[in-house]
Nanobody, 116 residues
Framework: QVQLVESGGALVQAGGSLKLSCTAS????????MHWHRQAPGDQRKWVAT???????AYADPVKGRFTISRDSATNTVYLQMNNLKPEDTGVYYC??????????WGQGTQVTVSS
C-alpha cells in the first residue's frame, strides 16, 4: 500500500520561505512525474508545479521564479521550495505522483498560511 506523507506547512509572514516535502512509502511502478497542487479556501484545487522522472520541470505562472520543485529518488521524496511567499499563496498543498497505469497517488495535504 503506497502512501504519500507531506510535511513542511506552516504559518509564515509575507516575503518568507517554506520548504514542503512529500515522501512516498512503498514502491511506485510506472511513475511518470510528481506534482504539487494547492487549494485556497473556497476555491478549486489548482496545479502548481511538476517534475518528471527525467527532471524536467514546469510551473504555474503565479509561482514562476519563486517556487522550485525538486526530487530525491533515493528517498522517494519530492520537495517544493517556496520563496518570497505572498498571502495569495495561502492554501492546502497536495502532492500527487502520476503513474501510467492505474490511479495517481495523492497526499493528505499540508496547510500553508501566509500573513500580510
Amino acid at each position: 500500500q503506497v502512501q504519500l506523507v507531506e510535511s513542511g506547512g506552516a504559518l509564515v509572514q509575507a516575503g518568507g520561505s517554506l520548504k514542503l516535502s512529500c515522501t512516498a512509502s512503498g514502491t511506485i511502478f510506472n511513475l511518470i512525474g510528481m506534482h504539487w497542487h494547492r487549494q485556497a479556501p473556497g476555491d478549486q484545487r489548482k496545479w502548481v508545479a511538476t517534475i518528471t522522472t527525467l527532471d524536467n520541470t514546469a510551473y504555474a505562472d503565479p509561482v514562476k521564479g519563486r517556487f522550485t520543485i525538486s526530487r530525491d529518488s533515493a528517498t522517494n521524496t519530492v520537495y517544493l521550495q517556496m520563496n518570497n511567499l505572498k498571502p495569495e499563496d495561502t492554501g492546502v498543498y497536495y502532492c500527487r505522483w502520476g503513474v501510467r497505469v492505474g490511479n495517481d497517488y495523492w497526499g493528505q495535504g499540508t496547510q500553508v498560511t501566509v500573513s500580510s
